[in-house]
Nanobody, 122 residues
């Protein structure tokens, strides 16, 4: 059963780092990270294809790095130089039905984790 499970969230001061993990199982084509801040819509952060190609949306460019361990069916999001505006619930998602792209857009993903809270204080 495909059920992404996130871990690694927490509280950190501005300038700090966190690494999120997402474990899943099944025949996955792509995996992605999204986030939703209070009062805002969910937005894509980064995604990665099974073969290794990566995609970054605007929130993930420059300070975040997505990677994967195919042997463990786990995807990571390394977040550096965190800012208070990075505070959000971070969701992992999996794509099991073929789409033309793995770009981190909600419509490309059909399984979602429960989310993990990231809080960055100033």
């Amino acid at each position: 059963q495909v059920q992404p499970v996130e871990s690694g969230g927490g509280s950190v001061q501005a300038g700090g780092s966190l690494r999120l993990s997402c474990a899943t199982s099944g025949d996955i084509l792509c995996m992605a990270w999204f986030r939703q801040a209070p009062g805002k819509e969910r937005e894509g952060v980064a995604s990665i294809r099974k073969g290794g190609a990566v995609y970054y949306a605007a929130p993930g460019k420059g300070r975040f790095t997505i990677s994967q361990d195919n042997a463990r069916n786990t995807v990571y999001l390394q977040m550096n130089s965190l800012k208070p505006e990075d505070t959000a619930i971070y969701y992992c998602a999996a794509q099991t039905v073929w789409r033309p792209t793995c770009y981190p857009s909600s419509s490309n993903y059909n399984y979602w984790g429960q989310g993990t809270q990231v809080t960055v204080s100033s």
